[in-house]
C-alpha cells in the first residue's frame, strides 16, 4: 500500500481528441482534486488501439496553461501522446496516475483491443505507471456524465493508493443511466462483432465502399461476472487487464507437439 | 486434435502492404501447398496494432486471381482486412488458418501490442479462427526470408493440426540470422521502450517536431523462457497469445477495495 498523496499529479489523454467533452469533464471533476497534464490528440481518433505513428513526424503544441492544468494537442495516436509525454513532457515529474477517457462508447470485452482510451492505459502500464482508462457506453454527444462524477474520483484515488501490480491497468467502464447500482469488478467478456461491413453504391459509379459498422454479440449473456453482463445491469465494470498476452496454459501442450 | 486437410485454405494479412516482401515470400512457399486468400492494406501500415478504420468508408479491389490464390488490395488497416475478409471476400469459405506477415521487424514482447501483423492474428482470432503472425527480426528490405522457408510451413500445417483453443493465436518471431537453433515455446518477456522522441528543428523555422525513435530495453534478459531470449539466441520464437486480457489475479484483491 502506497501512500494516498495529497494533490496527486494525474497525466491524461484520450482517444476522441483534447476538445472532446468526455475529456473535458474529467479536467472539471479532477483539476480541484489534483495537478493535471493532458496530453491528447488535437483532433479525433477513435478505433486506434495501440496505433504508433511510424511514417511522420509528430508536433504538439500548448493550448493551454495555468496553476495545475497544462493542455497539450498533438497530431499523434493516444499512444504517441502518452511516449512524448513521458519522453518530453513531463520533465521528470512522476505521473501518480495515467488516466484514458472519458471515452464516447462502450469499451468492454473485445471492444478494449480496438479501443485508443485503451491504448493510453496501455501505455501508461508499458511504461511503468498505474493506469485506467474510462468509457462510457453512450455514443451520443450529449451524454450525460453527471452520474460519473464520484466514481471518477473515488476511483482515482484508489487506483493510486491501492498500487496496480506491473503490466496491469484498469478498464472502467460505465453504463448508459440515470443512477448506477454500484461497482462491479469482472472479467472480460467474450463477444464478437458480426455483419460489420456495410457496402454502399459509389455515387459517381466508381464501384462501391464499404463502412465499419456492425452488431457486438455477447456470446455468454448468462455469465454474470464478465464486464457486459455488469453493464447490462446498470453496475460500474471494472475490469483489471494485465499485458502480459501470454497464453500460459498453452506452453507445454505446445511443447510437445512444436 | 482436428485432421490435417489435404490441401488447407488460408487468409492471409500484413501490415506491410500487398507489395511487400514478406507477403511475397508467404504466397511463394505457400501457394504450393495450400489455396490462399490474400486482403492485405494497399501500401504500409507499420505500427498500426488493432487500429479500425471508424472515420472513412473503406474500398478494396482485386488486383490478383488465378486458381487458388486471389489477392485483394485494401484502403483500410489490417484489422479492417480481416474484418471484410470474414464479412464479404470468404464467401462462405472457412479458413483453415489467418496468417498475419511475414513482418519486417520484431514483434516479440511489447512489441506485439503496437503490431499490425499481430493486429491480423488478433482479430483472426477474435472471429473465431486459428490465427498465425510471422515477423523477421530484420528491418532491411533486402532482408533475406530464406532460412524461414521449411519454418513457416511445417508451422502453419502443425498451427492447423493441433487445433488451437478460442481466444488464442501463435506470435512467431524469427532471428535474424543464417541458421536457427530450432523453435521454442516462449513467453511473451518484459521490456520498455526509452528515448522514444527524437526532436527535431523544422527547417522553415516552425518550431520543432518529434519522430518516434528509441531503444528497446530487455527488463530480463537473464530469464531463458521469454520470447527476447530465444530471439538472441538464434531460436525461432513461438508465444501462444491469448486475448482474454483479465488480470484475474487482481480480481479478488480488487473486491475487497473497490
Not at 42 to 52: H, M, T, V, Y
Not at 129 to 145: K, L, M, Q, R, V
Not at 230 to 242: C, E, N, Q, R, S
Request: proline content about 7%; hydrophobic content about 40%; aromatic content about 8%.
Amino acid at each position: 500500500m502506497s501512500k494516498r498523496p495529497a494533490k496527486p499529479f494525474l497525466l491524461i489523454s484520450n482517444d476522441d481528441g483534447y476538445q472532446a467533452r468526455g475529456l473535458q469533464f474529467l479536467i472539471e471533476v479532477l483539476s480541484p482534486v489534483a495537478d493535471l497534464l493532458v496530453v491528447a490528440p488535437e483532433g479525433p481518433r477513435s478505433g486506434s488501439a495501440c496505433r504508433i505513428t511510424c511514417d511522420a513526424p509528430i508536433r504538439c503544441r500548448c493550448v493551454s496553461h495555468r496553476r495545475g492544468l497544462t493542455v497539450y494537442a498533438c497530431t499523434g495516436t493516444p499512444v504517441d501522446c502518452i511516449k512524448l509525454a513521458v519522453d518530453r513532457l513531463l520533465k521528470g515529474r512522476v505521473p501518480d496516475l495515467i488516466i484514458g477517457g472519458i471515452n464516447h462508447g462502450d469499451n468492454a470485452s473485445v471492444n478494449a483491443h480496438y479501443s485508443g482510451t485503451m491504448g493510453v492505459a496501455t501505455e501508461g502500464a508499458i511504461q511503468g505507471y498505474p493506469s485506467i482508462a474510462f468509457s462510457i457506453c453512450d455514443w451520443n454527444p450529449e451524454a450525460n456524465f453527471e452520474p460519473l462524477r464520484p466514481y471518477i474520483v473515488d476511483l482515482m484515488f484508489k487506483a493510486i493508493s491501492i498500487g496496480l501490480p506491473p503490466l496491469t491497468c484498469l478498464n472502467v467502464n460505465f453504463p448508459k443511466a440515470e443512477k448506477f447500482r454500484g461497482v462491479r469488478i469482472c472479467r472480460m467478456g467474450s463477444s464478437r462483432w458480426a455483419n460489420e461491413m456495410q457496402q454502399r453504391k459509389d455515387p459517381r459509379g466508381n464501384g462501391h465502399y464499404y463502412w465499419l459498422v456492425g452488431d457486438c454479440i455477447d456470446l455468454e449473456p448468462e455469465a454474470e461476472d464478465t464486464d457486459r453482463w455488469a453493464l447490462a445491469h446498470d453496475f460500474v465494470a471494472v475490469t483489471p487487464v494485465t499485458f502480459d498476452c501470454t497464453a500460459y496454459g498453452l506452453i507445454e501442450p505446445l511443447q510437445k507437439v512444436l
